[in-house]
């Protein structure tokens, strides 16, 4: 299976999965197993190549001049990780089907989960650094979707914004850092970036992308100080809490840590950033969880806890750390998916997660509890489990490290009390929960064992941790040895050992002193842990993260709004001083040349003057500077006058012989006319107060005056110095020659739209869409209500009676009316010929004059000219245009044939040419950059029909009654 395939199999199914019903929870887990199943075949098939040691590679050029290309790369360790991805996220979607309940919306809850999964593979397999960022960030956002997945509760609200906003800033400084790391190795591909160990440890930009990026690393998984959001978190649903704990999310960080080893560990800033994060983590994480009442919140400390372990592992610059780091990953993720979905399951089954109120569940669920228990016991680092052999490894490695004195003899001490506090907190779970006398009476529902299928994916993560504890070697050798090998960085392992007995060394001391002590301490703290002694954490309850956070962002808003006071206005008119003085200070400061020569004139010949054209500008600024001054008072004759000075740069455009950009600057000048017009009942009466005369004023005009004379005229300076120059030194002549052989048409204008510069032509289309989706939106809020609806002048000359049915969409179809019946048919038979005529604009688009923009805009007038005639209600009762739908057609349109390139083995948007001979027809020439230009049509149709819509809908206000002589205030 291809490796794009598996990144985008969980995105596609996904969108699949939102279009089921909501309530067909077996239809919606049934789509999400098999994906996950799909995934977890399709990536099983390459564990012979990739356990051999191979890479696997797959690449889609995207920016090639950039070094920026899609790239799918598989190692042992990706494998690996890909594997606990797809493998948990099979057995959590199984048992979400059981726990989740029947009034849940569940095409939300798996279109987010297996948008979520697929976002993870992403991250794992991604061979760019890139690419890796897009899909890092996607963690975050999908992940914000699962948090606050029950968004009706204050709790998932908060918890989800508070991941998001640690999570996501990490994010950008990741981007930052992987910049960075770009600049120092000339590549963001993954692979030159891991060789480049060396390089990038000597360069003097390394300290800052170090920072940078392990910023990213350390607040993804939850790290100090970031570790305050993951216990958050927890208001997410217990199988979205398994799967972001145990695979996902914050195994993120670790999973990055891991990764760029290789390239960035060995220094003494890794050692010390990474290691003492790692370890502070590991103490307060593991400390916090035995104080904690909620079963999840246990979870979710010890979560941060062993992220910690792992993360003070990766620091420790051993590579036989780094290889228990790879094996702790795989046994956490294990015991901790079961713990999740068991914790679920009691609370599924009792209604409560508060320890307190739970004892002696394994009377009446001893299935639960035998799974539970075992699974602690796999937490606790108990023998003959696979916690005990990767902490067995973990605890060898702080012994015998090599650093400063007190390092040397405080890290072992560190570890072993991390160990004693991980006995208490699975105690805690385990024996307190299913031990001791059973109290149900307090519980809101009568506890029993749930149905099997519930109890399925528990008892399988169970019986792998038993099988690694009995038989590490044999089972999970290969697969520790395929992943670790990359993360080490070089073919050779360092010497270890999967054998259950090393004999009786100072690691095993330092097990039996963490097993004997934390049963201990946890004897001691029992009766007042039962008695609710400890609300909050001893010691460390006022390092309150939350409240550091909340503080901060409070602290953030409140700066934002003093800058906002002091430098912003609500004014238009000072705001768009200010811009133009800022873009006409830089540009001044451009054009001085890094010489201080300053703008000169090329030596090109002059072209004679033109009388008439210079009467044709005469005109023009004329009625340019009479706009200007009338907008105060008569908006309309202003927006006239604007009107002619559109009309004279089309005249122009014209006049040098730029046939294409006049047709489409005239098709603009009309619709962004009547969008005006349409607009201008929204704007404010403009009243004459006194005072308008005064000097201050004045002043003000007479600045407003000098920085449009200083902009205007700095254009025309420097369009009159770039024409100046000759051909070669522009860009021109490399579009003139390319244009017919690489783009297939002659129409340069054209092949540079939707061929040489797509990317910019399918941003521009993009915010088109946006923009007439968000005027929509707010518009929409103030659609007058029917009772508040007058119908169009057109329409009134009808019986009283009929206008009713005039304002209803559903009886207005046959209904006539009155004195505008000529234009209304002269406009009815406009539409079909204005189709025609794009038709015959769109088709020539790439060898003449024409194209999808300016077609769009044809069919966009010629709907406009029936929405003025005949009104709207009428127009829509019989036209269903549906322009949403247009946009969304029109950015897949030219997403597809940007993809399309990719299945030749092009790049992105690489433009493709058919020379056809049709009988009848004769020689036809068709370039697959037809499909992207329809996309273009389509977007641009839309967006101008939507922002139409919403403001003729407000044109039907009916306006209110004057207040009569002598009445009431």
């Known amino acids: 299976m291809s490796l794009f395939l598996l990144i985008a199999l969980p995105l596609l199914g996904a969108a699949l999965a939102v279009l089921l019903p909501t309530n067909a929870r077996n239809a919606e887990s049934t789509l999400a197993g098999l994906v996950a199943l799909a995934g977890l075949v399709g990536m099983a098939m390459l564990w012979p190549e990739v356990s051999a040691g191979g890479v696997i590679r797959e690449e889609a050029v995207w920016l090639l001049s950039l070094g920026i290309n899609w790239v799918a790369r598989v190692d042992g360790f990706a494998w690996m990780f890909a594997m606990l991805v797809l493998g948990i996220g099979l057995l959590v979607v199984i048992y979400a089907r059981y726990y989740m309940s029947p009034t849940d919306p569940m095409a939300r809850f798996y279109s987010a989960f297996l948008a979520f999964m697929g976002a993870m593979l992403g991250v794992v397999l991604s061979g760019n650094l890139i690419q890796l960022v897009f899909f890092w960030e996607l963690t975050s956002l999908f992940s914000f979707l699962l948090i606050g997945y029950w968004h009706h509760r204050r709790d998932a609200r908060r918890g989800a914004r508070m991941a998001l906003t640690v999570?996501?800033?990490?994010?950008?400084?990741?981007?930052?850092?992987?910049?960075?790391?770009?600049?120092?190795?000339?590549?963001?591909?993954?692979?030159?970036?891991?060789?480049?160990?060396?390089?990038?440890?000597?360069?003097?930009?390394?300290?800052?992308?170090?920072?940078?990026?392990?910023?990213?690393?350390?607040?993804?998984?939850?790290?100090?100080?970031?570790?305050?959001?993951?216990?958050?978190?927890?208001?997410?649903p217990t199988p979205v809490s398994a799967y972001l704990h145990s695979a996902t999310m914050v195994k993120a960080g670790v999973f990055l840590l891991a990764r760029l080893w290789p390239a960035l560990a060995g220094s003494e800033q890794w050692f010390w950033i990474v290691g003492g994060a790692g370890l502070a983590t590991l103490l307060l994480g593991a400390y916090a969880a035995m104080f904690q009442n909620d079963l999840k919140g246990v979870l979710a400390y010890s979560t941060i806890s062993h992220l910690g372990l792992i993360t003070l592992l990766l620091g420790l610059n051993s590579p036989l750390a780094a290889v228990a780091a790879v094996f702790h990953i795989m046994n956490h993720a294990t015991f901790k998916a079961s713990l999740f979905m068991a914790a679920g399951i009691v609370d599924h089954e009792t209604g409560t997660r508060d320890i307190r109120r739970l004892d002696g569940l394994f009377r009446l669920m001893p299935i639960t509890g035998t799974l539970a228990m075992v699974a602690s016991a796999a937490m606790a680092g108990v023998p003959l489990l696979n916690g005990f052999l990767s902490k067995e490894m973990f605890f060898a490695e702080t012994v015998y490290i090599n650093s400063l004195p007190w390092v040397e003899h405080g890290l072992p001490l560190a570890a072993?009390?991390?160990?004693?506090?991980?006995?208490?907190?699975?105690?805690?779970?385990?024996?307190?929960?299913?031990?001791?006398?059973?109290?149900?009476?307090?519980?809101?529902?009568?506890?029993?064992?749930?149905?099997?299928?519930?109890?399925?994916?528990v008892a399988l993560l169970v019986l792998a941790c038993l099988v690694v504890g009995i038989a590490p070697a044999q089972s999970v050798g290969p697969l520790l040895a395929a992943a670790a090998r990359p993360v080490v960085g070089g073919s050779a392992l360092p010497e270890y050992s999967l054998a259950l007995w090393h004999g009786f060394n100072l690691p095993l001391v330092m097990s039996l002193v963490a097993l004997a002590g934390g049963i201990g301490l946890y004897l001691a703290l029992r009766r007042q842990l039962e008695q609710g002694r400890f609300e909050l954490t001893p010691l460390i309850h006022h390092l309150d993260g939350q409240r550091q956070f909340e503080r901060l962002i409070a602290a953030l808003s409140a700066l934002a709004r003093a800058l906002r006071r002091r430098l912003s206005t609500r004014r238009l008119q000072t705001q768009l001083f200010w811009v133009l003085l800022g873009a006409s200070a830089v540009t001044l400061l451009a054009l001085r040349g890094p010489d201080g020569a300053g703008l000169t004139w090329g030596d090109r010949p002059r072209v004679p003057l033109s009388p008439v054209?210079?009467?044709?500008?005469?005109?023009?600024?004329?009625?340019?500077?009479?706009?200007?001054?009338?907008?105060?008072?008569?908006?309309?004759?202003?927006?006239m006058m604007m009107g002619v000075a559109g009309l004279v740069t089309c005249l122009t455009f014209i006049w040098f012989s730029a046939p294409d950009l006049a047709l489409t600057q005239l098709a603009v000048e009309f619709v962004t006319t009547v969008l005006f017009l349409l607009g201008l009942r929204w704007?404010?009466?403009?009243?004459?107060?006194?005072?308008?005369?005064?000097?201050?004023?004045?002043?003000?005009?007479?600045?407003?005056?000098?920085?449009?004379?200083?902009?205007?005229?700095?254009?025309?300076?420097?369009?009159?110095?770039?024409?100046t120059r000759p051909a070669p030194q522009s860009i021109s002549p490399f579009f003139i020659e390319k244009a017919l052989p690489e783009g297939g048409g002659s129409n340069i204008v054209n092949v540079m739209l939707v061929d040489f510069r797509g990317f910019d032509t399918l941003g521009e289309i993009t915010v088109l869409g946006a923009v007439g989706l968000t005027i929509y939106a707010l518009l929409r809020r103030f659609r007058p209500p029917r009772e508040a609806v007058q119908a169009p002048r057109q329409q009134q000359a009808v019986p009283a009676d009929a206008q009713s049915d005039l304002l209803n969409p559903r009886t207005a179809r046959d209904t006539a009316y009155g004195y505008l019946l000529v234009p209304a048919v002269l406009v009815r038979l406009l539409l079909p010929v204005a189709w025609v005529v794009a038709v015959h604009l769109f088709l020539r688009?790439?060898?003449?004059?024409?194209?999808?923009?300016?077609?769009?805009?044809?069919?966009?007038?010629?709907?406009?000219?029936?929405?003025?005639?005949?009104?709207?209600?009428w127009v829509e009762a019989r036209?269903?245009?549906?322009?949403?739908?247009?946009?969304?057609?029109?950015?897949?349109?030219?997403?597809?044939?940007?993809?399309?390139?990719?299945?030749?083995?092009y790049p992105?948007?690489?433009?493709?040419?058919?020379?056809?001979?049709l009988p009848l027809i004769g020689e036809m020439h068709f370039a697959s950059a037809t499909f992207f230009d329809i996309g273009v049509f389509a977007a641009v149709v839309g967006a101008v029909l939507l922002i139409l819509t919403a403001l003729a809908h407000q044109s039907l206000r009916r306006p209110k009654p004057a207040a009569q002589p002598g009445g009431d205030d």
């Open 879 to 905: 036209l269903r245009v549906y322009p949403a739908r247009w946009i969304a057609l029109g950015l897949l349109c030219a997403l597809a044939t940007g993809v399309g390139a990719w299945f030749l083995g």
């Open 908 to 917: 992105f948007l690489t433009t493709h040419t058919v020379h056809m001979s």
């Open 613 to 639: 054209f210079a009467v044709l500008w005469l005109v023009g600024g004329a009625c340019a500077i009479g706009a200007a001054v009338q907008a105060k008072y008569h908006r309309l004759a202003a927006l």
């Open 167 to 236: 999570t996501g800033t990490g994010g950008l400084c990741l981007l930052a850092g992987v910049l960075l790391l770009g600049h120092i190795v000339g590549s963001y591909e993954l692979d030159a970036v891991l060789a480049a160990g060396e390089q990038i440890r000597a360069h003097a930009l390394y300290t800052p992308a170090l920072v940078l990026v392990l910023l990213g690393a350390l607040s993804k998984s939850a790290q100090f100080p970031f570790h305050f959001w993951l216990p958050h978190a927890m208001a997410a």
């Open 416 to 457: 072993t009390l991390a160990g004693v506090f991980a006995v208490v907190y699975s105690l805690r779970f385990s024996f307190d929960i299913f031990c001791g006398p059973t109290q149900t009476d307090e519980l809101p529902r009568q506890p029993h064992d749930p149905t099997r299928w519930m109890m399925l994916p």
């Open 683 to 723: 704007l404010p009466k403009r009243i004459e107060r006194y005072g308008d005369d005064s000097p201050r004023n004045l002043g003000r005009r007479a600045r407003d005056l000098g920085l449009a004379l200083l902009s205007g005229t700095g254009l025309a300076v420097l369009a009159y110095a770039m024409m």
């Open 845 to 873: 688009g790439h060898n003449e004059p024409g194209g999808g923009f300016v077609a769009g805009l044809v069919v966009a007038t010629a709907f406009i000219a029936q929405y003025m005639v005949s009104g709207t209600h």
